[in-house]
């Protein structure tokens, strides 16, 4: 069994007390050091952009514009072949900027559930992890699991309650 330092103990204990005295917002300025990697940073930016209403406008206004030069263009193949190519090339980047910000709240979610069930006295640990099984074993342990729900429900028609911890088998 390794020794904790003292320094790593009061580190902990610094860290609890801010969640007692701090607001939530400041506790997650000093827990969490700001992202350095300069591509998540801006695929989070841009992400955030892309998500929000004013980005939408922009979107909407820059369809506009290029609608209403249509006829300074006269409707030609290169004045459509601009908006194709802005938004293919928008569309395709895009999709790496937000897959890379879903991978990462997905890993975010994983190890926040992992937690949950790790510290669950009662949790069953070999739910630790399930994101690395095969497509098999995710359906067997689903199955075990829609016969939990399904037997819940039936409590509940016949009036009895669903609560409680069954066992999986």
Not at 22 to 35: C, D, F, L, N, S
């Amino acid at each position: 069994m390794s020794r904790v330092r003292k320094e790593d103990f009061l580190e902990s204990i610094r860290y609890k007390l801010y969640a007692i005295i701090m607001p939530k917002k400041i506790i997650q300025e000093v827990a969490m050091p700001p992202t350095r990697k300069p591509f998540t940073r801006f695929s989070r930016y841009v992400s955030s952009a892309a998500g929000h209403p004013l980005g939408f406008i922009a979107a909407c206004l820059i369809i506009l514009v290029w609608a209403a030069s249509g006829k300074y263009f006269a409707y030609s193949n290169t004045w459509q072949l601009v908006i194709n190519t802005g938004t293919t090339i928008v569309t395709f980047l895009m999709v790496f900027l937000i897959q890379n910000t879903q991978n990462r709240d997905s890993a975010a979610m994983q190890i926040k559930l992992d937690e949950l069930i790790r510290t669950d006295k009662e949790a069953h640990n070999a739910l630790l992890d399930l994101e690395e099984l095969t497509e098999h074993e995710l359906e067997v342990l689903r199955a075990k699991y829609e016969l939990l729900a399904a037997e819940a429900r039936e409590a509940l028609r016949k009036g009895k309650k669903d609560t409680g911890r069954p066992e999986v088998k």
